[in-house]
């Protein structure tokens, strides 16, 4: 027996969490997150974490649920997501997963099976002065030899995958994907349908810009001033757009017009990335994100096309 599963998915700013919101309140169903920056505590304005009143009373699973410093795999999240997803199924509700975070949603939709490779915070040193040595490239290079049907999907402009990546193979002695074409068998519990929203490049950055003056508003410098004093910058989960580029501002580096700029611009390439990501699914339906803000507009559209 199968149960249904709607993914709202596409580049950051795009509107995801408005449509979602809009759609789970027609179909009287939950939103379970797949944002890998949304799970982390403290980090609400820079990760643009949807607020009590955008949630408008529905049920929010899988953020603001992890410290910071906390490790949190790709692993822990399915393992989290799914039990999200089946509390859900069971009480009679549909559950739509929400987010850009492409690698947790295809995850958990495919089944994909994780072996057993905890994180190695001594492995994992060793790794990360290797690749500063080597440099990006060629530590991309040797993974390729490794692994080169793998490597494919890898970002080679991302050092933690490619770190997470190695320890694998070092750990279990087989490249990471000999156990992608393993598959957890609850990924055949899911009948799945997903929507890939987008908007046209320029209005996306338009909105990427806006968002970014609303952070301001709200507080984005105060929070990340906060949580440096609580944490070391170094942390991981500091180690994306809306947080790195504050950190040089409050050192007296440079100008919060500067820092500003590289939010926006740095939100824009990781918008493009993930469209290109997205472009790799098969059996999605794209989605313009337009009339931008009518959520009731849109949500009523794409729940013609829901067949549960």
């Not at 739509?96 to 939709?109: C, F, P």
């Not at 301001?216 to 001033?225: A, H, S, T």
Request: charged share 30%.
């Amino acid at each position: 027996m199968t149960f249904p599963l709607i993914v709202i998915s596409g580049p950051t700013s795009v509107g995801k969490t408005g449509i979602a919101t809009a759609l789970a309140k027609r179909l009287d169903a939950e939103i379970v997150s797949a944002d890998s920056r949304q799970i982390y505590q403290e980090m609400s304005i820079g990760t643009a974490k949807p607020t009590l009143e955008e949630q408008q009373g529905i049920p929010h699973h899988l953020i603001d649920f992890v410290k910071p410093d906390q490790s949190f795999t790709l692993a822990d999240y399915v393992e989290c997501a799914w039990k999200a997803v089946q509390g859900i199924h069971r009480k009679k509700k549909i559950p739509i997963m929400v987010g850009s975070s492409g690698l947790y949603i295809r995850a958990v939709t495919r089944g994909y099976f994780f072996p057993e490779a905890p994180p190695d915070e001594k492995l994992r040193a060793e790794l990360e002065e290797r690749l500063k040595k080597e440099g990006t490239s060629l530590f991309y290079e040797k993974l390729c030899q490794i692994d080169p049907e793998g490597s494919k999907s890898l970002d080679k402009n991302n050092p933690r995958r490619l770190i997470r990546f190695y320890e694998i193979y070092v750990q279990t002695g087989f490249p990471p994907s000999h156990f992608w074409k393993m598959r957890d068998p609850r990924g055949s519990e899911l009948r799945t349908l997903q929507f890939v929203f987008t908007r046209d490049r320029e209005k996306l950055r338009k909105r990427i810009a806006e968002r970014v003056d609303e952070q301001e508003k709200l507080g984005l410098i105060e929070e990340v001033g906060n949580l440096l004093k609580k944490y070391p910058k170094t942390l991981k989960a500091f180690q994306t757009h809306g947080y790195q580029e504050v950190f040089p501002y409050l050192e007296g580096e440079c100008s919060w017009e500067e820092s500003k700029e590289k939010i926006i611009h740095h939100t824009y390439q990781y918008a493009h990335r993930q469209i290109i990501w997205h472009r790799k699914e098969k059996g999605v339906f794209w989605e313009e994100a337009e009339p931008f803000g009518d959520w009731d507009v849109i949500a009523e559209k794409i729940s013609r096309k829901i067949k549960i």
